[in-house]
């Protein structure tokens, strides 16, 4: 059994009952279609909205539940990984994007666009990586120019999550020649010059759409400027340890479901007359696993309080992102070896988990940029250290 977690109380395990019954019986049993077709259904949005689910934190005058304490949300993402749908990418909506309009937002905007948010109507993406720009935003080419009463956008974006649904994209641009002279825009859904490309294939995450987004003379209005359009960078270096914990917070979830799935099975399957899992090599491998998830599990949760109360380092979510999509890689493929040939058959539900895993270690930041920033704030530094 997975340690108690003593960050959680009753209202919390009350919660988390009520999210995972609407998880098994509203999404799961779609999922298969959603993997099959590229895309989840809007209604699956619509649904998440109708309950409470989407952007819990904003305020109640916009249609939110006002709720400060990220506890919740967390319990919401882990639970549609382990009993929902990994692909349907509730967290980007409301962990990764919402934020963006929740903080930056002028009240104008909020009023605009958050109703729509919070209910499920308005689907959320973020723009940010190129066809040859990602972690590196500096060397961003899609521009933005100030023709007095609008901007104009002008660019291409590749490998955005939820960009074939969505209805509104934080975009963001180069605004001047200075390195980190970068606004953010959004974007909606019908604005002329605004095209979707092919939805991606991917190795996993068949059920997330992946697009392609194009841009060519964008009239962007200057009511649809998110925050100072100079300090866009600034502006999304303060989301990252949200967006880091987060990618943490689901790659140990679904390590976690893998382990259940896998401890199951070895209990079940036989061979030479006794269950796999008695036999020392599944026992120790079982074992050392358990106390990683554990190890890791304990750590995210002391890091979801700092950011609750707004003390997450980014030096510290760098290190839940390396270290949870790491133990997830490291766990998928000691689950999938315990299933022995059962375990590359794609109607057995590891082999999906192994394969939409893959990507936990390069999305918000790969591994090696992690190591990068951990580094750089041990004051390892090149630029510094002479």
């Not at 108690?4 to 779609?30: K, N, S």
């Not at 930056?104 to 909020?110: C, N, S, V």
């Not at 180069?174 to 604005?191: D, N």
């Not at 599990?297 to 950011?307: G, K, R, S, V």
Request: aromatic share 10%; net charge negative.
């Amino acid at each position: 059994m997975a340690m108690q977690r003593l960050i959680f109380d009753a209202d919390h395990d009350m919660f988390r009952d009520q999210v995972r019954r609407f998880f098994q019986r509203e999404i799961a049993p779609h999922a298969e279609k959603w993997r099959e077709r590229g895309y989840v259904d809007r209604e699956a949005f619509l649904k998440a909205g109708e309950q409470g689910y989407l952007l819990m934190y904003a305020d109640p005058e916009y249609g939110g539940a006002g709720v400060a304490d990220f506890r919740y949300e967390q319990i919401v993402y882990e639970e549609n990984i382990r009993h929902g749908e990994i692909g349907f990418y509730i967290n980007l909506h409301s962990g990764l994007v919402g934020p963006y309009l929740n903080k930056l937002g002028t009240p104008e905007q909020k009023a605009r666009f958050l109703p729509g948010c919070i209910s499920g109507e308005t689907i959320l993406a973020v723009a940010m990586t190129e066809p040859g720009a990602g972690s590196d935003l500096a060397g961003m080419k899609t521009r933005a120019e100030d023709k007095g009463g609008h901007w104009v956008l002008n660019g291409s974006k590749t490998y955005i999550s939820n960009g074939f649904l969505a209805d509104l994209v934080v975009v963001a641009a180069r605004t001047s020649a200075e390195k980190h002279g970068i606004g953010l825009f959004l974007v909606e859904r019908g604005m002329k010059g605004f095209e979707r490309g092919r939805r991606l294939s991917k190795m996993g995450l068949s059920a997330q759409d992946t697009s392609e987004l194009f841009f060519e003379d964008v009239i962007i209005p200057k009511e649809n400027v998110l925050g100072d359009p100079t300090s866009g960078f600034r502006n999304l270096a303060q989301f990252l340890a949200g967006e880091r914990l987060i990618a943490g917070i689901g790659a140990i979830a679904a390590a976690q479901e893998a382990f259940d799935i896998t401890l199951d099975y070895v209990m079940q399957r036989k061979a030479f007359g006794k269950p796999i899992g008695t036999f020392q090599h599944s026992r120790f491998v079982m074992a050392q696993l358990r106390s990683e998830l554990d190890a890791v599990q304990t750590f995210i949760d002391q890091c979801a309080l700092l950011y609750n109360d707004g003390r997450l380092p980014s030096e510290v979510a760098a290190s839940v992102k390396l270290l949870a999509t790491e133990l997830e890689g490291k766990v998928m493929d000691a689950c999938v070896q315990l299933h022995g040939g059962a375990g590359y058959m794609d109607e057995y539900r590891i082999s999906r988990m192994y394969t939409d895993a893959r990507v936990s270690r390069i999305f918000a930041g790969t591994s090696e940029i992690m190591k990068e920033i951990i580094g750089r704030g041990l004051g390892l530094d090149e630029r510094k250290v002479k």
